[in-house]
């Protein structure tokens, strides 16, 4: 393990709210969407860390910190990518934690490129795969799968859900006025 990462593990430990969730994008044109993410993960209490690290451009940082990213404590990567989008499938392959990719709309075929190459893994090596832009509900996954083994923030997942409902059964009303 290099000292970096034996460096990045004590710390994260270290803090009262460690980083769970890792949020990568193949560029910082991706951000504005994808910080939707961050968004979504603070308002369960959450910390994120957002990279810009490339599966083409930059692939041997993509296997450094995708292979060193369960040591340092993370439990969720969250990647989102346009065009050819490999940047989640490779983070996959470098990695057993939970991966969720966001196909980002491009400029040439509407983001279809990048949701056909995200969700057609090859067997063995899932990624979930969210709707195209759809940074928040990557988030709310992430919370969802971490909150899997957290009571505490499973009650708020749940309290989320059910103003979700509430606010849906209230358009009814505005309907009925
Ligand atoms: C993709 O190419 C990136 O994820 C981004 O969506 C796109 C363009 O990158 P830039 O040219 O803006 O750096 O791999």
New binding site residues.
């Given amino acids: 393990m290099s000292a970096a990462i034996n460096h990045s593990i004590h710390m994260n430990d270290q803090q009262p709210n460690p980083v769970r969730v890792g949020i990568l ?6 951000w504005p969407v994808m910080k939707a993410a961050v968004e979504a993960l603070k308002e369960f209490g959450l910390t994120a860390e957002a990279r810009v690290i ?4 930059t692939p041997r940082d993509l296997e450094q910190y995708a292979g060193s990213a369960r040591e340092r404590g993370l439990r969720v990567i969250i990647a ?8 989640p499938g490779v983070t996959a392959a470098f990695t057993t934690l939970p991966v969720i990719g966001v196909p ?1 709309l ?1 400029p040439a075929l509407a983001g279809m490129d ?1 949701l056909l190459a995200i969700v057609q893994m090859p067997p063995g090596v899932p990624v979930a795969t969210v709707g195209i832009n759809a940074a928040r509900n990557a988030g709310l996954l992430a919370a969802q799968i971490i909150g899997s083994g957290d009571p505490a923030l499973q009650a708020r997942l749940d309290a989320f859900k059910e103003k979700l409902a509430a606010d849906s059964r209230a358009k009814n009303r505005t309907l009925l006025a």
């Fill in positions: 994008m193949g560029s910082d044109s991706d490339s599966a083409h451009r989102g990518a346009g065009g050819a989008a490999h940047l980002m491009g990048a």
